[in-house]
């Protein structure tokens, strides 16, 4: 197995046994991102920076030293601020200027022994799902360049996916880590909303963003959020037999691509052949209530909570000025109107609140209910759309919006802020298809436990086609 074929987990205990040293593991990653350059999916990659890192990591193996996440890389999404790189957000105005100091989240990746590789592509000011940016480029799929990686963080979930490191971390408002973990096949996890630190992220809305990581495994998704949570105890171990799951009524399950489908319920005949019990659990009114919450309480915050971003991080530019640079068709139609008669009036933002309260009492009341673990269903109703198809795609043999089908699942639970984990579960037609647990608000270890028994279950997700005939 080449070293780069590891998970983060598996890298670190490679490292601490001194199996290879970090500085000739960057040099590996560095071939691999150079040949990998179509993809698209760094925006900033730092190579000298990666090599530094990495004879400063093995240093420190060498004196004795251990950490969680010592030598091994992680990527950023362009959001995200570390200090001597670029947080551009995916957009032209704030291009060019370097973050003096890290943000939280990664401050503590950091204190971890982790190597910081680069910034990563990603949909305009994370206002979108396909990730196909005027400004940067389209970030392609690695199971198809023709198909979009997902979004916001598609590059994330293009770099995990080809091997170009093994973990990444991106963002999630509505979807913005699981649609990317879905349709790249690898695995992502939206942790409960306030869990991990916002501080240097550029924002949508402080209500509904979350940071969150995207690996191979789910049990590189426990160790990043030992780090980034700060909650180090190990996973309890889960037994599959006994397990209930929950299969939420309403949409969730409803027009799935064929192909889709049938993985899903591949999936559901394995977890209930080592017994686990799938039970149907009852969301009154979850749909109208999301739709009450969703956009509103976004744009609301996106103003107010970008305004005070680019104040308080010293980015030179104010509201108006950003706006006027966005280059994507698809962001600048929601919110260049924010400025003008377009904007949300305070009282609907007030409705939205108490709307989102009700939403969580749904979820509260529906798990209490039941008795369910967790809710299972396909992250996406459908594969990876083709570049291009940021408006609309043909679903099921009808043009549908991209944006509102493609976050029709993940969007609720975000609302609500509950954690989230989307796991690859195969292939249809060749591309990824994901399967999404949402758990209880605040139950994220609880939540992986469960997820670590559920991708036991499941088939190994094989590497993209090119990464296998490298």
């Known amino acids: 197995m080449e070293p780069t074929d590891l998970t983060a987990s598996q890298l670190a205990t490679a490292l601490a046994r001194r199996e290879f040293s970090c500085a000739e593991l960057a040099q590996v990653w560095i071939r691999r991102t150079e040949a990998a350059a179509a993809l698209n999916s760094y925006v900033e990659f730092d190579a000298e920076g990666l090599i530094a890192q990495a004879r400063r990591a093995d240093a420190r193996l060498a004196a004795g030293e251990r950490l969680p996440l010592l030598g091994v890389p992680i990527a950023l999404k362009d959001n995200i601020a570390a200090a001597g790189l670029g947080c551009a ?45 005027a400004c940067t480029g389209a970030v392609h799929n690695p199971w198809d360049p023709a198909r979009s990686p997902g979004g916001s963080s598609g590059g994330a979930g293009a770099a995990v996916a080809a091997r170009l490191v093994p973990a990444a971390i991106g963002t999630d408002t509505g979807g913005s880590v699981r649609v990317p973990a879905a349709f790249c096949g690898v695995q992502g996890l939206r942790p409960s909303v306030g869990r991990v630190s916002a501080e240097g992220i550029a ?41 209930r799951l929950g299969i939420p009524d309403g949409s969730f399950w409803q027009d799935l691509d064929p192909g889709v489908q049938a993985c899903a319920d591949r999936a559901l005949q394995a977890l209930r052949a080592q017994g686990a019990e799938c039970v149907p659990v009852a969301l009154p009114g979850l749909e109208q209530l999301n739709a009450q919450v969703s956009f509103v309480v976004a744009l609301y915050e996106f103003v107010r909570d970008m305004t005070r971003y680019l104040h308080d991080e010293g980015r030179g530019i104010d509201l108006p000025a950003l706006v006027a640079g966005v280059r994507s068709a698809d962001v600048k139609a929601i919110v260049e109107p924010l400025l003008g008669a377009g904007a949300v009036p305070e009282s609907a933002y007030r409705d939205a609140l108490a709307a989102r309260q009700r939403l969580q009492d749904v979820y509260r009341e529906a798990f209490a209910a039941a008795a369910v673990d967790a809710l299972v269903f396909p992250t996406t109703p459908c594969t990876a759309p083709r570049i291009g198809e940021d408006q609309t795609f043909t679903h099921n043999g009808r043009d549908c919006p991209t944006f509102p089908t493609v976050i029709r699942n993940t969007d609720p639970g975000s609302n609500a802020g ?17 399967l999404e647990l949402d758990g209880p608000a605040g139950g994220d270890r609880r939540l992986l436990a469960v997820a670590a028994a559920v991708e036991a279950a499941l088939p190994t997700m094989p590497a993209p086609p090119s990464v296998r005939a490298a």
């Open 89 to 133: 957000n995916g957009t032209w105005a704030l291009q060019g200027w370097r973050c003096e100091r890290d943000a939280r989240l990664v401050a503590r990746l950091r204190a971890a022994g982790a190597v910081i590789t680069g910034k990563l592509g990603m949909h305009e000011l994370a206002f979108g799902i396909t990730s196909n940016n």
């Open 418 to 434: 509950l954690p989230g984990i989307s796991l690859a579960i195969g292939l249809a037609g060749g591309l990824p298809v994901g």
């Open 203 to 243: 924002p949508i809305s402080a209500t509904r963003d979350t940071a969150g990581p995207l690996a191979r495994s789910v049990e590189d998704l426990a160790l990043l959020d030992s780090v980034l949570g700060d909650e180090p105890a190990p996973l309890a171990r889960i037994s599959l037999r006994g397990l």
